[in-house]
């Protein structure tokens, strides 16, 4: 009996890194990867995608198990037609676990009309890996019957920082990205609180305590310099953004909290109960509530943060989060709860 975990290649930015750290954690743990590269699927005749998928899957032998990460952003009818020819040709001698890090018609707009695929394709796995109880819960209402579905809750972070960077109170919240879909600058207050913009194109009709920054590549710069100090911010004025933000794990959750420093969200985050019984962050309604958090903050306030957000980024520089979610997943396969 083997373990196989898919891997996407092809694909930029967190999506495609996201995948294949969790495949390295996989691998750590034992597993074998299966690459899939991303590609204009929808040139593809039948015959031309039956063989991409014997490709792929020529390893896969009888009574193993198959963790596929989704969507591959190869369309719905990729992802679709993997999980049906690994059922159809293995039957139940092949367990599949579907590992939803994603889901494309709550993504985006206009994408709605694939939910009735998507959650037939979810029926067919033997168990669910989604991001949180609230992914969950929805999934279910809205047809998913797998009984086995397990959470997530956080991205792992297995990057290291520079522990001689004690981070210090600042009035200062830092957020990593572009704004373009999240509307941050236009709903910052004016105020003795600063912004710290890392990847967004300057502007100038903002106010003054909102500073650009130039984007940082090196994941292992950008964790040290949001170790020196202050808060990050996980945010969306975006209506559909901050709706899809109450299911998903977001990365910049992660990101903040390994460089050890506390998180801003909103109080519908999909990760509120933890960041909250935690000591991990704050939550709030609103950006002028933060600032006015921060505002009347002491240091030793603060540094009761800095001491609670130390203690989880051991665990996310291992990928606990991950290897305690793969192994929960595998062992439901075989013990009844």
Not at 114 to 137: C, G, R, T, W
Not at 265 to 272: F, L, R, T
Not at 313 to 322: A, D, H, I, R, V
Request: net charge negative; proline share 3%; with cysteine.
């Amino acid at each position: 009996m083997r373990v196989h975990i898919t891997s996407l290649y092809g694909m930029m930015g967190v999506v495609g890194v996201s995948q294949r750290r969790t495949a390295e954690i996989g691998r750590q743990l034992g597993f074998n990867e299966l690459g899939i590269f991303r590609y204009p699927v929808e040139s593809d005749t039948d015959a031309e995608l039956s063989k991409r998928y014997d490709g792929i899957s020529a390893g896969i032998g009888s009574g193993d198990i198959v963790i596929y990460q989704g969507p591959t952003f190869n369309g719905t009818k990729f992802d679709d037609y993997f999980i049906t020819n690994l059922r159809w040709r293995y039957g139940q001698s092949v367990k599949v676990i579907i590992f939803v890090e994603d889901i494309v018609p709550m993504m985006y707009q206009g994408n709605e009309y694939l939910f009735p695929q998507v959650i037939d394709m979810y029926n067919k796995a033997h168990a669910l890996i989604v991001a949180s109880e609230n992914m969950k819960e929805y999934l279910i209402e809205k047809g998913v019957e797998n009984p086995k579905i397990y959470i997530q809750n956080l991205w792992d972070l297995p990057e290291k920082v520079d522990i001689s960077i004690t981070p210090k109170f600042m009035k200062r919240i830092s957020f990593t990205g572009n704004d373009g879909k999240f509307g941050i600058m236009d709903a910052f207050p004016e105020s003795d609180v600063a912004l710290e913009v890392y990847g967004s194109d300057k502007r100038e009709d903002v106010p003054q305590n909102i500073n650009f920054n130039p984007f940082i590549s090196d994941e292992h710069v950008l964790l040290n310099k949001l170790r020196e100090g202050g808060f990050g911010l996980v945010w969306a004025e975006n209506e559909h953004v901050r709706n899809y933000m109450h299911y998903c794990n977001s990365y910049k959750v992660s990101t903040y909290l390994r460089a050890g420093i506390p998180v801003i969200a909103h109080k519908s985050i999909s990760c509120a109960k933890l960041l909250e019984k935690n000591h991990w962050g704050i939550l709030v309604d609103t950006l002028e509530e933060a600032v006015d958090i921060i505002d009347n903050m002491s240091d030793e306030e603060y540094q009761k943060y800095i001491e609670s957000v130390g203690k989880v980024g051991f665990l996310l520089e291992n990928g606990y989060f991950t290897k305690k979610v793969l192994n929960e997943a595998i062992y439901g396969l075989y013990v009844a709860d």
